[in-house]
């Protein structure tokens, strides 16, 4: 009977190990379940609310911050450099409204007008005149060489203005032509870039969810063998606590032999102190009901030590 107590005691104590561990086991699938609700749609959707909350939280307090923060006076900020576009663009229209003067308009510097030649004249000496033969009115030989002298000067500002436009839309051209291009290499450069990103982001995911898939075939592996030791532990278990059972009930029914059992409920078991013909019936009638709940005992005990040496020996 010690022995079969020792093993009991160490069988429970087996099977509350197995127990923990089945628990921890079932704890680590729990978690890895959840570690891979980021890859569902429920879950990438529980992830952008809780990023979105975390982040208006964040806005209101910074907000608040602002609102109790002194308000400080404005730096002063450096002098930008004019783009060469905005240069262009003031050249262009003043080149434009030169080029659209008429030819017939004389600057100020290209002489007197032909109102005031007779005064010229007059302050500078006598002229020669000369007739045309088509017939036109006379004309002061000095004023035709001063209007040549003004359409030829006004004839070289405009080309110089034409000159200056088309510099001016030449380089507004090359200089959209670079902001163009910039703009395109550092598309290229972003598309690139988020294509790189979303590659290794696939490729992360990949990897994860292999390996979860690995763990939790393992965990699972796990858990099936350790639930089976249990349940071989558990087994055993209870193979010893009803031998423990069955030898109990045959010490009982070996003292009651000598005992007289009445038939009321409770059963009361006594002995009395001298044999009459009716106490020794009734001992024999109680030794009858004794022996036949030993044998079922004893035949259980028997059945059980088979399955023991059955399972023993496959």
């Not at 197995?18 to 978690?31: E, G, L, M, N, P």
């Not at 110089?160 to 703009?183: C, D, I, P, Q």
């Not at 592996?221 to 045959?250: G, P």
Request: hydrophobic share 35%.
């Amino acid at each position: 009977m010690e022995a079969l107590y020792a093993e009991i005691n160490a069988l429970r104590s087996t099977r509350k190990k197995a127990y923990s561990r089945v628990d921890a086991i079932k704890r680590q699938i729990a978690i890895a379940n959840r570690t891979a609700s980021l890859y569902t749609a429920s879950g990438q959707k529980r992830n952008r609310d809780t990023d979105a909350k975390r982040s208006q939280r964040g806005s209101v307090d910074e907000t608040a911050d602002q609102a109790a923060r002194p308000q400080e006076p404005d730096e002063e900020q450096p002098a930008k450099k004019p783009k060469l576009s905005s240069f262009v663009a003031r050249v262009v229209p003043e080149a434009e409204a030169t080029d659209a003067a008429p030819d017939n308009v004389v600057i100020d510097d290209a002489g007197p007008p032909e109102d005031d030649a007779a005064a010229a004249t007059a302050q500078t000496g006598p002229t020669t005149t000369t007739v045309v033969d088509d017939g036109d009115a006379p004309r002061s030989s000095a004023t035709g060489a001063t209007s040549g002298n003004g359409g030829r000067r006004l004839s070289r500002q405009a080309d110089a203005a034409r000159s200056k436009r088309m510099f001016g839309a030449l380089l507004g051209h090359l200089n959209k032509a670079k902001e163009n291009l910039t703009e395109e290499q550092e598309a290229e450069r972003q598309r690139r870039k988020a294509s790189i990103e979303q590659h290794v982001q696939e490729r992360i995911q990949t990897e994860s969810v292999q390996l979860r898939e690995e763990q939790m075939k393992q965990l699972q592996e796990d858990l099936e063998n350790e639930q089976a030791a249990m349940k071989d532990v558990m087994d055993k278990l209870f193979d010893k606590e009803t031998k423990v059972k069955a030898l109990r009930m045959i010490i009982r029914h070996v003292r009651m032999s000598g005992l007289i059992q009445t038939k009321a409920t409770p059963p009361v078991m006594w002995k009395p102190g001298q044999h009459t013909s009716q106490t020794k019936k009734l001992m024999l009638r109680s030794r009858k009901e004794t022996k036949k709940g030993l044998r079922e005992a004893v035949g259980k005990l028997v059945r059980l030590c088979f399955a023991s040496c059955s399972a023993a020996t496959l």
